[in-house]
């Protein structure tokens, strides 16, 4: 019990209202958005291309108000921007549920991309100002690993809810995101957090902003091979779920257990393997998660049915694991306090790689079918570890040595 306790203690307790709040509502979250290919496709009949437009705008907006979120929770404060962000993404699944046509899809998924390109820096920069530096890498893999908690079960409920009512789905999840930002918005009042900015913040302009991560090389560099990352990666959730529907039996559900499958290992092996890459620098350890990235889009050319398919997630679960907790802890480094919020901001360009991936992704699935679509891939996931190789080159001359992992 003491031990738990202790445990307990090392987190503030807004951070330990974040995770939980994460398990509920990305779990709803995970029961729609990975069948939202599939749903465009049966009930609107969508082109692959027009339906990965639909999926890819919410990253493209997300790049758009991902700094500018950032940017306003270090000069404003971050409750303001929490609590408004997350209101508007309950509004937007909501919106979801009434939605009829392929533009009403486009403009709802633009405005989620754009609410949660709000929050996420402005929650990761939270949880940074909350935790000590040397606890915050194990507070961004706890924080990775409660949204594959969520995953873990939002795929099958998302299943079963495509059988029986897909729109319900989108209900259930816009209740989520409402007890999550109520139940914040409490917290947040009772200690008092996130009303006022940093010390000296508001003096920052968005202008000098841009001039300061603009002369951040490893910061450029991080962001280019995470764009490339996440072009692969957003295959998941578009082109992947439509390639084994039409190439092998029983798809959806196939696709269902890979993504739980997924969810689990990342639950179960999130801590083990973070506690043994921190022997390693922080990029090199990126570097490693795009080989395993790779060899798991590549296994896609050859699905066939369980074993592939599960050999092929395995490879892409210790990928994102390496990947996606690093690159949080990265940017933290690379930030200073006053402008903390806006560097996990400016990270959000990387969803551009979230935008492009389903467009390139459905063209070539639709011209040159699944097997070129996820060599090309593959190959393309490969490349991000040049941009990681100078990115680390850089970081290791200007990182103290107190900060080199």
């Known amino acids: 019990m003491n031990k738990l306790k202790n445990y307990y203690r090392q987190f503030h307790p807004i951070v330990w209202i974040l995770l939980s709040g994460t398990v509920l509502a990305r779990g709803s979250a995970f029961a729609t958005l990975p069948f939202l290919a599939i749903y465009l496709s049966r ?9 990965g437009l639909t999926i890819g705008i919410s990253p493209l907006s997300g790049v758009i108000g991902g700094f500018l979120g950032g940017h306003l929770s270090d000069r404003y404060g971050r409750k303001p921007v929490m609590i408004s962000s ?63 908690i969520g995953a873990s079960v939002g795929p099958l409920l998302g299943a079963y809810l495509a059988v029986v009512s897909a729109k319900s789905a989108f209900l259930v999840t816009g209740i989520m995101y409402f007890l999550y930002v109520l139940i914040l918005a409490l917290m947040m009042k009772k200690y008092d957090l996130g009303n006022k900015s940093a010390e000296g913040a508001s003096k920052v302009t968005v202008a000098s902003s841009l001039r300061i991560i603009g002369k951040d090389k490893a910061l450029r560099y991080l962001i280019l091979g995470t764009i490339i990352i996440n072009f692969g990666y957003s295959q998941m959730e578009s082109n992947v779920p439509q390639y084994l529907e039409s190439s092998i039996a029983n798809g959806v559900f196939v696709y269902s ?40 889009m590549l296994a896609f050319s050859f699905v066939s049915g369980w074993i592939t398919g599960i050999t092929a997630i395995v490879f892409i679960t210790v990928g994102e694991i390496l990947i996606f907790p690093s690159s949080s802890y990265l940017v933290d480094q690379l930030a200073t306090d006053e402008l903390r919020g806006t560097y996990f901001g400016a990270a959000q360009f990387r969803k551009i790689g979230h935008f492009l991936g389903p467009i390139a992704g459905g063209f070539l699935l639709k011209e040159a079918g699944g097997t070129i679509l996820f060599t090309f891939i593959s190959l393309a996931v490969l490349g991000s570890i040049l941009f990681f190789v100078q990115g680390n080159r850089i970081f290791v001359k200007k990182t103290p040595p107190a900060f080199e992992n």
Not at 114 to 139: C, H, N, V, W, Y
């Open 257 to 296: 257990v890979m993504l739980s499958i997924n969810a689990v290992l990342v639950v179960l092996l999130q801590m083990p393997i973070s506690h043994f890459a921190e022997r390693f620098k922080t990029m090199q350890v990126m570097m490693a998660g795009a080989v395993f990235l790779s060899l798991g």
């Open 43 to 51: 009930n609107l009949d969508l082109h692959p291309v027009l339906i």
């Open 86 to 148: 997350l209101f508007a993404m309950s509004l937007v699944y909501f919106g979801f549920m009434i939605a009829e046509t392929p533009g009403w899809f486009i403009i709802l998924n633009a405005l989620n991309g754009l609410s949660g390109s709000f929050f996420e820096p402005t929650g990761q920069a939270l949880i940074a100002d909350l935790t000590e530096k040397s606890k915050r890498m194990r507070a961004f893999s706890l924080r990775y690993t409660a949204i594959n």
